[in-house]
């Protein structure tokens, strides 16, 4: 059967990507399509016997073109995004030419993680912007044996459009999930355009993906509002794979090749909200991604 990751068969050989949390769902479908594009695949997830079990999975379910090896790390606290960094390194010494941060969660309750940081916005914006740094120079390195930009696709969600600038990322006071959630995805999306216009023509780009509505466990795993509107809108809503298309897409197309500050929903380049696009707002979440977390600018 013909799949929208056939339009891209051998698009990817002989380069490496990474896709975080891609023990299922969507990060499990965009490892797929990138090792059928015929990339050697780096599968995250938080353990390692789950990592080692998705890359059976791949391996069975995939059409041999690419490979995939398992990698793993707890990207709720940065030393966990370190461990990934140093096993990544470890694994693909010659470099990166893809990197898909798809790894995200919500929570039902407020608590920090290890480093002071609300649980949500320390895996969806944290980890992301610490495991985009920490493999920056393999990136670089990818897109020089290539001579063509690595691409960093980062995972948003079409409810940035109701998230708030946070500005004190322990998020103290009363703690509403869905909130939370809408707040952590617009610091990446705003993050990722961030980094786009830093970056521009010198080797890496930047995009955002916000994979539509999609049946997986995100919601039973994050309990509280959202389980309950994942279990009422399931039967309505797509499957994996669909979610997966924009991360294939932006991997993959040719036409992408030099792409960046891009939103990309149902694989097709949109507008996110406006206050999304605010340069300077960006600009301060730059700022302060990067003080958090010692980034060089
Ligand atoms: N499904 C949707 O409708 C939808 C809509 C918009 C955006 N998204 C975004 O799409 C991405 C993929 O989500 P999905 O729907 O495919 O759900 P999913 O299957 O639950 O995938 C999320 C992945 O992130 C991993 N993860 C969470 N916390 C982690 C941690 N501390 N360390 C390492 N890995 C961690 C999970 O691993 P564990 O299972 O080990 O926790 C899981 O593999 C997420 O960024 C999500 O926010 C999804």
């Known amino acids: 059967m013909s799949t929208f990751a056939d339009r891209f068969a051998g698009r990817l050989d002989g380069q490496t990507v990474l896709v975080t949390g891609a023990k299922g769902g969507i990060g499990y479908e965009t490892a797929r399509g990138a090792g059928n594009s015929g990339a050697t695949v780096l599968v995250h997830a938080r353990r390692a016997d789950a990592a080692r079990q998705a890359v059976e999975h791949l391996t069975r379910a995939s059409n041999g073109e690419g490979g995939y090896v398992a990698v793993a790390g707890d990207l709720g606290s940065l030393a966990g995004v370190r461990a990934l960094v140093d096993a990544v390194r470890q694994i693909s010494p010659g470099g990166l030419n893809g990197l898909v941060n798809n ?42 044996t290539i001579a063509t930009p690595s691409r960093v696709v980062n995972m948003t969600a079409v409810i940035e459009a109701r998230g708030n600038l946070v500005e004190d990322w322990s998020r103290p006071g009363k703690f509403k999930q869905i909130q939370a959630y809408g707040d952590a995805k617009l610091l ?51 499957p994996p794979e669909k979610g997966s298309r924009g991360c294939v897409r932006l991997l993959a197309d040719p036409e992408l090749a030099s792409a960046t500050g891009g939103y990309y929903s149902s694989a097709r380049l949109k507008k996110s909200s406006e206050k999304s696009r605010d340069r300077d707002a960006q600009d301060r979440v730059y700022e302060k991604t990067a003080e958090e977390l010692g980034i060089s600018r």
């Open 103 to 144: 790894a995200g969660a919500a929570f039902s309750s407020r608590a920090l993680s290890p480093d002071g940081y609300e649980r949500t916005i320390a895996i969806n914006h944290v980890a992301l912007a610490a495991l985009t740094d920490g493999v920056r120079d393999l990136l670089r390195k990818g897109a020089d």
């Open 188 to 238: 990446a999306l705003m993050y990722t355009y961030a980094l786009a216009r830093r970056h521009e023509g010198d080797g890496l780009t930047f995009n955002a993906v916000s994979p539509g509505a999609v049946k997986t466990t995100l919601g039973s795993t994050a309990g509280g509002p959202f389980k309950v509107i994942q279990a009422v809108t399931n039967p309505f809503i797509g």
